[in-house]
C-alpha cells in the first residue's frame, strides 16, 4: 500500500549545528506534507506544512523542500538546539479524503 | 490557535473496566477527529475517523465495539475503551482537523497513556 518512509531512523547532531530530515514517500498523488515534533510522552506538534505546488517553505529556524520528482520531502533546522530533541514525522495527505499517512519517524538527539 | 486538548493524560485500570477518553478542539470547530494508537519508539496508527453527528469510520483490525467513539460536537470527541485487557495498553492521541483553521492540518492533542492491569 502507499507509505510514507524515512532514511534514518537515527539522528545526531552538535548543538549550532544544521540538521536535515528526510523522508520518501510514494503517493504521488498526495497534495499536502506536514512535518511534526514528537517529544516525548507528548502528541505530535505541527512544524510547517508544504503543498504540492511549492518546493520549498520557510519558517522560523526550519525549512521543508519538497522534490515532487523524486518523491522526497525534508526538513532543515537551522542552529539546532538541545530543545529540538525529539522524534519527527512527516506526513502526506492524498488529494482525496482526510487522513494524514505518518512516516516511520526520525530521532532527532542534539549533543550539547 | 489551533489547541486540541486531551484527557485524562495518564490512567490506570483493572482489566474488564472501561475507560473514556476525551478530546476537545478548544479554539475551532473541527469538523473531523482522528484517533490514533502509538506504541513505543513507533510511528502513528491510525485507529478511526470521527465526523460530528456521524457514526466513526474504523481502519482495518479494529474492533468498533471494543473502541466506542462519540462525536457529538463540532468540539468534543470521546473515545471509550471498554472492557480493557493489558493488551490494549498503549498511548492514545486524538487529532482535529477541518474547519477554516484546520483544512488541511491535524492539531494533535497531548495523548493519554492507558495502563490495564
Known amino acids: 500500500g502507499e507509505s510514507v518512509g524515512l532514511h534514518l531512523p537515527t539522528l545526531s547532531v552538535q548543538e549550532g549545528d544544521n540538521s536535515i530530515i528526510n523522508c520518501a514517500y510514494s503517493n504521488s498523488a498526495s497534495d499536502y506534507f506536514i512535518w511534526y515534533k514528537q517529544e516525548s510522552g507528548k502528541g505530535p506538534q505541527f512544524i510547517i506544512d508544504?503543498?504540492?505546488?511549492?518546493d520549498k517553505r520557510q519558517g522560523q529556524r526550519v525549512t521543508v523542500l519538497l522534490n515532487k520528482t523524486v518523491k522526497h520531502l525534508s526538513l532543515q533546522i537551522a542552529a539546532t538546539q538541545p530543545g529540538d530533541s525529539a522524534v519527527y514525522f512527516c506526513?502526506?495527505?492524498?488529494?482525496?479524503?482526510?487522513?494524514?499517512?505518518f512516516g516511520a519517524g526520525t530521532i532527532l538527539r542534539v549533543k550539547s | 490557535g489551533a489547541v486540541v486538548s486531551q484527557h485524562p493524560s495518564w490512567v490506570i485500570c483493572k482489566s474488564g473496566t472501561s475507560v473514556k477518553i476525551e478530546c476537545r478542539s478548544l479554539?475551532?470547530?473541527?469538523?473531523?477527529m482522528f484517533w490514533y494508537r502509538q506504541f513505543p519508539k513507533q510511528s502513528l496508527m491510525l485507529m478511526a475517523t470521527?465526523?460530528?453527528?456521524?457514526?466513526?469510520?474504523?481502519e482495518q483490525g479494529v474492533e468498533k465495539d471494543k473502541f466506542l467513539i462519540n462525536h457529538a460536537s463540532l468540539t468534543l470527541s470521546t473515545l471509550t475503551v471498554t472492557s480493557a485487557h493489558p493488551e490494549d495498553s498503549s498511548f492514545y492521541i486524538c487529532?482535529?482537523?477541518?474547519?477554516?483553521?484546520?483544512?488541511?492540518?491535524?492539531?494533535f492533542g497531548a495523548g493519554t497513556r492507558l495502563s490495564v492491569l
Open positions: 470521527s465526523n460530528e453527528g456521524s457514526k466513526a469510520t474504523y
Open positions: 506526513a502526506e495527505k492524498p488529494v482525496y479524503g482526510n487522513k494524514l499517512v
Open positions: 479554539d475551532f470547530q473541527a469538523t473531523t
Open positions: 487529532s482535529a482537523g477541518g474547519g477554516w483553521l484546520a483544512k488541511n492540518i491535524q492539531y
Open positions: 508544504i503543498r504540492s505546488n511549492m
